[in-house]
Protein backbone atom coordinates (compact mmCIF):
# COMPACT_ATOMS: atom_id res chain seq x y z
CA UNK A 1 0.00 0.00 0.00
CA UNK A 2 1.09 3.65 -0.29
CA UNK A 3 0.55 5.51 2.77
CA UNK A 4 0.60 9.51 3.45
CA UNK A 5 0.72 10.16 6.88
CA UNK A 6 0.25 13.96 7.75
CA UNK A 7 2.81 14.46 10.80
CA UNK A 8 4.70 11.28 11.16
CA UNK A 9 7.62 12.34 13.28
CA UNK A 10 6.17 12.67 17.13
CA UNK A 11 5.15 9.72 18.92
CA UNK A 12 1.56 8.34 17.62
CA UNK A 13 2.92 9.18 14.06
CA UNK A 14 5.80 7.84 14.31
CA UNK A 15 4.54 4.84 15.68
CA UNK A 16 2.52 4.80 12.33
CA UNK A 17 5.15 5.08 10.24
CA UNK A 18 7.21 2.50 11.99
CA UNK A 19 4.30 0.02 11.53
CA UNK A 20 3.80 0.51 8.04
CA UNK A 21 7.50 0.43 7.23
CA UNK A 22 7.53 -3.05 8.73
CA UNK A 23 5.02 -3.99 6.71
CA UNK A 24 6.67 -3.11 3.44
CA UNK A 25 4.12 -0.18 2.80
CA UNK A 26 5.53 2.77 1.00
CA UNK A 27 5.16 5.80 3.28
CA UNK A 28 5.16 9.45 2.64
CA UNK A 29 5.36 12.17 5.54
CA UNK A 30 4.00 15.65 5.06
CA UNK A 31 5.04 18.28 8.09
CA UNK A 32 7.25 21.22 8.56
CA UNK A 33 10.31 19.05 9.84
CA UNK A 34 10.23 20.75 13.12
CA UNK A 35 9.15 18.61 15.94
CA UNK A 36 11.46 15.58 15.42
CA UNK A 37 13.42 13.66 12.90
CA UNK A 38 11.74 11.81 10.51
CA UNK A 39 12.32 7.93 10.15
CA UNK A 40 14.15 6.43 7.49
CA UNK A 41 13.08 5.07 4.22
CA UNK A 42 10.21 7.42 3.90
CA UNK A 43 9.49 9.86 1.37
CA UNK A 44 9.58 13.69 2.89
CA UNK A 45 6.88 16.61 1.57
CA UNK A 46 7.80 19.59 3.74
CA UNK A 47 5.11 21.70 4.04
CA UNK A 48 2.29 23.45 6.76
CA UNK A 49 -0.92 21.54 6.52
CA UNK A 50 -2.60 25.18 7.03
CA UNK A 51 -0.98 26.36 3.96
CA UNK A 52 -3.28 25.81 0.85
CA UNK A 53 -0.71 25.95 -1.59
CA UNK A 54 1.33 23.35 0.37
CA UNK A 55 -1.31 21.29 0.11
CA UNK A 56 -1.99 21.77 -2.94
CA UNK A 57 1.54 20.88 -3.77
CA UNK A 58 1.56 17.65 -1.87
CA UNK A 59 -1.79 16.03 -3.70
CA UNK A 60 -0.57 17.13 -6.71
CA UNK A 61 -1.02 13.74 -9.08
CA UNK A 62 -0.19 11.78 -6.66
CA UNK A 63 -2.30 8.94 -5.19
CA UNK A 64 -2.23 6.88 -1.72
CA UNK A 65 -4.71 3.96 -0.70
CA UNK A 66 -4.15 6.03 2.83
CA UNK A 67 -4.20 9.14 4.29
CA UNK A 68 -3.66 9.18 7.88
CA UNK A 69 -4.00 11.50 10.30
CA UNK A 70 -2.83 11.89 13.69
CA UNK A 71 -2.17 15.48 14.51
CA UNK A 72 -5.72 17.43 13.43
CA UNK A 73 -7.02 19.49 16.12
CA UNK A 74 -8.69 22.26 14.90
CA UNK A 75 -12.02 21.67 12.48
CA UNK A 76 -11.10 23.94 10.33
CA UNK A 77 -8.04 23.07 9.61
CA UNK A 78 -8.18 19.20 9.30
CA UNK A 79 -11.53 20.22 6.73
CA UNK A 80 -8.62 21.78 4.85
CA UNK A 81 -6.54 19.03 4.73
CA UNK A 82 -9.47 16.15 4.11
CA UNK A 83 -10.82 18.45 1.01
CA UNK A 84 -7.40 19.07 -0.45
CA UNK A 85 -6.61 14.72 -0.35
CA UNK A 86 -10.09 13.73 -1.27
CA UNK A 87 -9.73 12.11 -4.21
CA UNK A 88 -6.37 11.46 -3.51
CA UNK A 89 -6.56 8.22 -1.44
CA UNK A 90 -9.04 5.57 -0.95
CA UNK A 91 -9.48 6.01 3.02
CA UNK A 92 -9.12 8.91 5.25
CA UNK A 93 -7.51 7.52 8.33
CA UNK A 94 -7.90 10.26 11.95
CA UNK A 95 -7.24 9.88 15.26
CA UNK A 96 -9.80 11.32 17.17
CA UNK A 97 -10.28 11.36 20.84
CA UNK A 98 -12.60 10.25 23.82
CA UNK A 99 -12.53 14.18 24.25
CA UNK A 100 -15.20 13.96 20.93
CA UNK A 101 -18.06 12.04 23.12
CA UNK A 102 -19.89 14.74 25.40
CA UNK A 103 -20.79 12.52 28.04
CA UNK A 104 -16.78 11.51 28.43
CA UNK A 105 -15.02 11.55 31.33
CA UNK A 106 -18.14 11.86 33.33
CA UNK A 107 -19.24 8.81 32.10
CA UNK A 108 -19.16 5.79 30.35
CA UNK A 109 -19.19 6.35 26.19
CA UNK A 110 -18.92 3.80 23.38
CA UNK A 111 -19.26 4.65 19.55
CA UNK A 112 -22.86 5.11 19.94
CA UNK A 113 -22.34 7.98 22.27
CA UNK A 114 -23.68 11.59 21.15
CA UNK A 115 -20.86 13.76 20.14
CA UNK A 116 -20.02 17.29 21.19
CA UNK A 117 -21.85 19.59 19.53
CA UNK A 118 -19.02 21.05 17.11
CA UNK A 119 -19.44 22.64 13.90
CA UNK A 120 -16.81 21.11 11.20
CA UNK A 121 -15.10 24.28 10.36
CA UNK A 122 -15.16 25.16 13.56
CA UNK A 123 -12.20 27.58 14.92
CA UNK A 124 -9.93 27.12 18.53
CA UNK A 125 -12.04 29.95 20.02
CA UNK A 126 -15.93 28.49 18.90
CA UNK A 127 -16.11 25.70 21.60
CA UNK A 128 -14.56 24.62 24.63
CA UNK A 129 -11.50 22.31 23.85
CA UNK A 130 -12.71 19.19 24.78
CA UNK A 131 -15.15 19.67 21.70
CA UNK A 132 -12.57 20.04 19.09
CA UNK A 133 -12.30 16.86 18.57
CA UNK A 134 -15.63 16.00 17.37
CA UNK A 135 -15.49 18.94 15.04
CA UNK A 136 -12.68 17.45 13.27
CA UNK A 137 -14.41 13.87 12.86
CA UNK A 138 -17.40 16.32 11.50
CA UNK A 139 -14.51 17.49 9.25
CA UNK A 140 -13.20 14.85 7.93
CA UNK A 141 -16.56 12.95 7.35
CA UNK A 142 -18.01 15.42 5.08
CA UNK A 143 -14.86 17.00 3.62
CA UNK A 144 -13.47 13.26 2.37
CA UNK A 145 -14.82 11.66 -0.51
CA UNK A 146 -13.57 8.50 0.22
CA UNK A 147 -14.02 5.91 3.35
CA UNK A 148 -13.58 7.08 6.54
CA UNK A 149 -12.15 5.65 9.74
CA UNK A 150 -12.15 7.23 13.05
CA UNK A 151 -10.12 6.17 15.71
CA UNK A 152 -10.77 7.43 19.50
CA UNK A 153 -8.27 7.04 22.02
CA UNK A 154 -8.43 7.44 25.70
CA UNK A 155 -4.81 8.14 27.48
CA UNK A 156 -1.72 6.90 24.46
CA UNK A 157 1.51 6.02 26.47
CA UNK A 158 4.45 4.20 25.08
CA UNK A 159 8.21 4.97 23.92
CA UNK A 160 8.44 8.50 22.10
CA UNK A 161 6.28 9.84 24.28
CA UNK A 162 5.85 13.53 24.19
CA UNK A 163 3.36 14.46 26.73
CA UNK A 164 5.33 13.06 29.70
CA UNK A 165 2.86 11.65 32.03
CA UNK A 166 4.25 8.38 32.02
CA UNK A 167 7.72 9.44 31.61
CA UNK A 168 7.21 11.83 34.88
CA UNK A 169 6.22 8.89 37.07
CA UNK A 170 9.14 6.62 35.57
CA UNK A 171 11.20 9.73 36.62
CA UNK A 172 9.98 9.83 40.37
CA UNK A 173 9.92 5.99 40.86
CA UNK A 174 14.19 5.87 39.43
CA UNK A 175 14.84 9.06 41.74
CA UNK A 176 13.47 6.52 44.91
CA UNK A 177 12.36 6.92 48.17
CA UNK A 178 9.13 7.68 49.54
CA UNK A 179 6.58 8.46 46.47
CA UNK A 180 3.41 10.02 46.95
CA UNK A 181 1.00 8.14 44.79
CA UNK A 182 -2.76 9.32 44.44
CA UNK A 183 -6.07 7.30 45.61
CA UNK A 184 -5.86 3.48 45.97
CA UNK A 185 -4.23 0.52 44.07
CA UNK A 186 -7.35 -1.34 43.40
CA UNK A 187 -8.17 1.85 41.47
CA UNK A 188 -8.35 1.03 37.57
CA UNK A 189 -6.09 2.99 34.84
CA UNK A 190 -6.23 2.25 31.34
CA UNK A 191 -3.58 3.24 28.87
CA UNK A 192 -3.37 2.35 25.45
CA UNK A 193 0.15 2.33 23.44
CA UNK A 194 0.86 3.94 20.57
CA UNK A 195 2.67 1.08 18.82
CA UNK A 196 -1.38 -1.11 19.49
CA UNK A 197 -3.17 1.71 17.70
CA UNK A 198 -0.89 2.04 15.17
CA UNK A 199 -1.16 -2.00 14.78
CA UNK A 200 -5.36 -1.81 14.79
CA UNK A 201 -5.36 1.15 12.40
CA UNK A 202 -2.94 -0.49 9.82
CA UNK A 203 -5.06 -3.44 10.15
CA UNK A 204 -8.57 -1.96 9.49
CA UNK A 205 -7.15 0.29 6.50
CA UNK A 206 -6.27 -2.88 5.21
CA UNK A 207 -9.22 -4.47 5.26
CA UNK A 208 -10.76 -1.64 3.31
CA UNK A 209 -12.81 -0.49 6.82
CA UNK A 210 -15.09 2.45 7.02
CA UNK A 211 -15.86 2.94 10.99
CA UNK A 212 -15.27 4.30 13.74
CA UNK A 213 -14.03 2.75 16.86
CA UNK A 214 -13.02 4.07 20.66
CA UNK A 215 -9.47 2.69 21.34
CA UNK A 216 -9.01 2.15 25.31
CA UNK A 217 -6.85 0.19 27.47
CA UNK A 218 -7.97 -3.22 28.86
CA UNK A 219 -10.76 -3.45 30.89
CA UNK A 220 -13.66 -0.83 30.90
CA UNK A 221 -17.39 -1.40 30.48
CA UNK A 222 -18.31 -4.58 27.98
CA UNK A 223 -15.06 -6.21 28.84
CA UNK A 224 -14.67 -9.34 31.25
CA UNK A 225 -10.62 -9.92 31.45
CA UNK A 226 -7.99 -8.29 33.46
CA UNK A 227 -7.80 -5.16 34.53
CA UNK A 228 -5.05 -3.17 35.34
CA UNK A 229 -4.77 -0.74 38.64
CA UNK A 230 -2.78 1.98 39.86
CA UNK A 231 -1.02 -0.45 41.68
CA UNK A 232 0.52 -2.76 39.20
CA UNK A 233 1.49 0.10 37.21
CA UNK A 234 3.53 1.95 39.93
CA UNK A 235 4.84 -1.59 40.84
CA UNK A 236 6.04 -1.66 37.07
CA UNK A 237 7.62 1.33 37.35
CA UNK A 238 9.54 0.25 40.51
CA UNK A 239 10.64 -2.89 39.26
CA UNK A 240 12.10 -1.22 36.14
CA UNK A 241 14.14 1.35 37.31
CA UNK A 242 15.27 -0.68 39.76
CA UNK A 243 14.89 1.82 42.85
CA UNK A 244 13.63 1.31 46.20
CA UNK A 245 10.95 3.58 46.11
CA UNK A 246 8.15 2.84 48.59
CA UNK A 247 4.49 3.94 47.24
CA UNK A 248 2.72 5.89 50.05
CA UNK A 249 -0.55 5.96 48.77
CA UNK A 250 -2.57 9.49 49.60
CA UNK A 251 -6.43 9.58 49.12
CA UNK A 252 -8.33 11.78 47.24
CA UNK A 253 -10.46 13.81 49.90
CA UNK A 254 -6.60 14.84 50.93
CA UNK A 255 -4.78 15.60 47.82
CA UNK A 256 -8.32 18.08 46.72
CA UNK A 257 -8.02 19.46 50.25
CA UNK A 258 -4.59 19.99 49.04
CA UNK A 259 -4.64 21.70 46.24
CA UNK A 260 -3.37 19.32 44.10
CA UNK A 261 -4.61 19.54 40.64
CA UNK A 262 -6.49 16.65 39.04
CA UNK A 263 -5.01 14.80 36.07
CA UNK A 264 -2.36 16.68 35.63
CA UNK A 265 -0.81 17.52 39.33
CA UNK A 266 -0.57 13.89 39.42
CA UNK A 267 -0.47 12.66 36.09
CA UNK A 268 -3.10 9.52 35.55
CA UNK A 269 -4.82 10.68 38.85
CA UNK A 270 -8.45 10.84 38.51
CA UNK A 271 -10.43 11.75 41.59
CA UNK A 272 -13.78 9.66 42.71
CA UNK A 273 -15.50 12.45 41.81
CA UNK A 274 -18.56 12.22 39.56
CA UNK A 275 -17.05 14.84 36.66
CA UNK A 276 -14.64 11.73 36.15
CA UNK A 277 -16.62 8.86 37.19
CA UNK A 278 -16.11 7.63 33.50
CA UNK A 279 -12.49 8.26 32.80
CA UNK A 280 -11.46 5.01 32.39
CA UNK A 281 -15.20 3.21 31.31
CA UNK A 282 -14.63 4.35 27.77
CA UNK A 283 -15.75 0.96 25.87
CA UNK A 284 -13.25 -0.80 23.57
CA UNK A 285 -15.54 -4.15 23.09
CA UNK A 286 -16.17 -2.90 19.62
CA UNK A 287 -12.53 -2.29 18.41
CA UNK A 288 -11.55 -5.93 20.26
CA UNK A 289 -13.95 -7.60 18.40
CA UNK A 290 -12.42 -6.06 15.68
CA UNK A 291 -8.98 -7.41 15.97
CA UNK A 292 -7.55 -4.78 18.69
CA UNK A 293 -4.63 -6.58 20.90
CA UNK A 294 -3.37 -5.01 23.61
CA UNK A 295 0.14 -5.93 24.69
CA UNK A 296 0.61 -6.25 28.65
CA UNK A 297 1.59 -3.24 30.30
CA UNK A 298 4.40 -4.29 32.06
CA UNK A 299 5.75 -4.50 28.53
CA UNK A 300 4.48 -0.84 27.70
CA UNK A 301 6.51 0.65 31.21
CA UNK A 302 9.90 -1.50 30.23
CA UNK A 303 9.82 -0.59 26.85
CA UNK A 304 9.29 3.41 27.27
CA UNK A 305 12.01 3.20 30.14
CA UNK A 306 14.75 1.26 27.80
CA UNK A 307 13.63 4.45 25.41
CA UNK A 308 13.74 7.02 28.12
CA UNK A 309 17.08 6.21 29.24
CA UNK A 310 18.32 6.11 25.96
CA UNK A 311 16.80 9.37 24.90
CA UNK A 312 18.48 10.97 28.86
CA UNK A 313 16.21 12.11 31.52
CA UNK A 314 14.28 15.50 31.07
CA UNK A 315 16.42 18.35 31.80
CA UNK A 316 12.86 20.48 32.51
CA UNK A 317 9.48 19.91 33.57
CA UNK A 318 7.07 18.22 31.36
CA UNK A 319 3.95 19.94 29.94
CA UNK A 320 0.26 19.03 28.80
CA UNK A 321 -0.28 22.17 26.72
CA UNK A 322 0.74 24.90 28.93
CA UNK A 323 -0.14 23.11 32.27
CA UNK A 324 2.82 21.61 34.47
CA UNK A 325 2.59 18.06 34.42
CA UNK A 326 3.54 16.85 38.17
CA UNK A 327 4.61 18.15 41.44
CA UNK A 328 7.82 19.29 42.42
CA UNK A 329 10.19 17.36 44.86
CA UNK A 330 9.67 19.89 47.32
CA UNK A 331 6.06 20.28 47.00
CA UNK A 332 5.98 16.13 47.33
CA UNK A 333 8.37 16.52 50.75
CA UNK A 334 5.52 18.86 51.61
CA UNK A 335 2.52 16.64 51.18
CA UNK A 336 3.94 13.85 52.58
CA UNK A 337 4.90 15.69 56.11
CA UNK A 338 0.74 16.97 55.74
CA UNK A 339 -0.11 13.47 55.36
CA UNK A 340 2.13 12.11 58.00
CA UNK A 341 1.18 14.41 60.59
CA UNK A 342 -2.81 13.52 59.51
CA UNK A 343 -1.93 9.53 59.87
CA UNK A 344 -0.35 10.05 63.32
CA UNK A 345 -3.20 12.07 64.60
CA UNK A 346 -5.46 9.83 63.62
CA UNK A 347 -4.03 6.90 65.21
CA UNK A 348 -3.63 9.34 68.76
Known sequence: MRILIVGGSVFLGRAFVAEALRRGHEVTVFNRGKSGADSAGVEIVRGNRQSTEDLDRLAGNRTWDVVVDTCGFEPQVVAQSAKALSGHAGTYLFVSSCHAYAGWPGEPVDEKSPRHPCAPDAAPDDVVYNALKAGCERAVELSFEGRTLILGPGLIVGPHENTGRLLWWLERFARG????????????????????????????????????????????????????????????????????????????????????????????????????????????????????????????????????????????????????????????????????????????
Do not use: M
Open 177 to 348: GRVLVPGSPDRPVRLVDARDIAVFGLDRAEAGDSNRYLVTGRGGEGHDGDVDTLGDLFAHCAEVTGSDAEPVWVDDDFLLEHEVAVWTGLPFWAADVPALAGTWRASSAKAEAAGLRLRPLPDTVRDTWEWLRARGLSDGPYRQGDTLLGITPDRERELLAAWDARQQGGAA
